[in-house]
């Protein structure tokens, strides 16, 4: 570590954010003063007028959706008219305008916010967590973006840092920060695929590791893939049986709705180590002045049924990104998961299936990403020391 103080790498999610520092060339997250070791990329104005940040912003999002900002990575450095754009105009409950110089921004209590200074609130708060953790100011930061970002995207992320108030030496593409998580050091020369299932987005990367050189070789994805549309399954299925027994339809009351979506992602969750769970959510309605329970048992099995098809489409893309480049899925030494949904056992099961090879252990699919950009930052530090 240098005078100027510790090196961090930023993991700068959709939904979450993540900080890491090494220490003892070990690479660790540092936990947010809840403890936890993620902070919600969500930026909120509270009914107090205030700009919040994490976890106080996220737990908002249902009370107050208009002043409620997630998913700016998904808007950042884009142009207001692009397509992209104007999906998440329909998508989300906040107000996407058009910034100063036709980028989108958002409008949040009667201003206008450019994107950079929303993701730079975010950022800010990533630094006094790292700040308070390890005990003075930080010093050189590396932020990950996803491979496919383009160069005005990539500077938006910069100026965001730059806003924030960090010394931001190195934008650095996401599986290549996972990779480095998984070979930093280790002398290896290989051909690693990333695969990246989160909570919207799916993202595949090849990468050739030849020493401490990591070059992407093929990447590609769909930004309209992830965890919430298994979600959307579970709450479809979970809508109609609860129709189906009691003639109640939830759709029309948000709460209710909120209720589901939460139990139905936790239920999710679980199905990943259980085999069965049942979603229980007392008083979900009344009905003739009566209060309606919702009771639904679900199963990994028909888990899997639900949702097959969306890890099926992850392969296709896999396939088309690699046979893009010509590489075959035998070329593949090993594969990195990256994306909480990666978890999900019928994931894990269908690309041991498709590449005749088991996903690489012991690289955490939540917090590699971080971990691998801040052995990045500390190895910059150290070189032009
Ligand atoms: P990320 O964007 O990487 O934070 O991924 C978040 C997504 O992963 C959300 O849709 C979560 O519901 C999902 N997720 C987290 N843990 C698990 C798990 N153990 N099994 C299945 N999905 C998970």
Known sequence: MSDKGRSVGIDLGTTNTLVASVRNRVPRIVPTDRGNLILPSVVALSPRGEMVVGNVAKDQIVTNPKNTIYGAK???????????VQEMRDYYSYDIVPGPDGEAAVSVGG????????????????????????????????????????????????????????????????????????????SLDQKVLVYDLGGGTFDVSVLQLTGNVFEVLATGGDTFLGGIDFDNRIIDFVLERFKADTRVDLLTSPIAMQRVKNASEAAKIDLSLMQNVTLELPFIEERKGKP??????????????????????????????????????????????????????????????HFGKPPRKGVHPDECVALGAALLAESIDTSIR
């Not at 998904?74 to 992209?84: Q, T, Y």
């Not at 800010?124 to 930080?138: K, V």
């Not at 296709?316 to 994306?339: F, P, Y």
């Open 292 to 353: 309606v329970d919702l009771r639904v048992a679900l199963s990994r099995e028909q888990l899997n049924a639900l949702t097959g098809d969306l890890v099926d489409r992850t392969f296709a893309i896999c396939d088309r990104v690699l046979s893009e480049k010509g590489i075959t899925r035998q070329m593949i030494d090993e594969i990195i998961l990256v994306g909480g949904q990666s978890r999900m056992p019928l994931v894990q099961q269908r690309l041991q299936q």
């Open 111 to 186: 201003r206008v916010y450019r994107l950079p200074e929303i993701s730079a609130m975010v950022l800010s708060q990533a630094r006094t967590i790292a700040e308070q953790f390890l005990g003075g100011p930080i010093g050189d930061v590396v932020i990950t973006v996803p491979a496919y970002y383009t160069d005005s995207q990539r500077q938006a992320v910069k100026e965001a840092g730059l806003i924030a108030g960090l010394n931001v030496v190195k934008i650095v593409n996401e599986p290549t920060a996972a990779a480095i998580a998984y070979g930093f050091n280790r």
């Open 74 to 84: 998904r808007l950042i450095g884009r142009k207001f008219e692009s397509k992209v």
